[in-house]
């Protein structure tokens, strides 16, 4: 959960999780959680439960069903992939502050992702958009998913801007030029084209 933070979200947007389909202008920030983490912890419960009872009776075939199933331990990831957009998204029209990382006073782009991931994660980043293209995995364009992070040449030198990927080309970002604020902007934009520098994987 992401204990203190803004409440109901205040844009409305339309997300797929898992098959669901979520009117993030209808629900609150500690409902949408809610029915994120039960779908995605009771199926790995079930699995558990599932292979434990086979044990006894089948080796083999509960070894079948484990290398099976095996990809379902990733639900554990996408329900953090999951928290972390609603979160970020629910963080739109804050104030940008040079130096910043809280909602309360304002943040740049480094202290958005940063914040957004120590809370919706845990994962404590660096400070500076430079220092957190170095973290995680380095990943190509085309293999992007949600929650990654991505890179770009803002101020004539790369990394320099960082924001956090939300799937059909676009990423949330704390910007200083057009809306001085949280937003969402797509990546297809000839200006950002032109300054993408690549993107991470934390998750």
Known sequence: MFGTGKGPYTSSATFEVFFFKIECAALSQFRIITYISIFVYMRLIIILLVNLLLVPFSNAWADDVVKNDVSMFSKAD?????????????????SYKLGGQSFDTGMDCSGFVRHVYSIATGILLPHNARAISRAG???????????????????????????????????????????????????????WVKRFNGARRIL
């Open 78 to 94: 996408e329900g953090l992939r999951a928290e972390l957009l609603l979160y970020a998204m629910s963080l739109i029209g804050t």
């Open 137 to 191: 995995m380095k990943i190509h364009r085309a293999e992007l998913q949600l929650g990654d992070l991505v890179f770009f040449n803002t101020m004539k030198r790369t990394f320099s801007h960082v924001g956090i990927y939300l799937g059909d080309n676009r990423f949330v970002h704390a910007s200083s030029s057009k809306s001085d604020s949280v937003m969402v902007s797509d990546m297809g934009e000839r200006y």
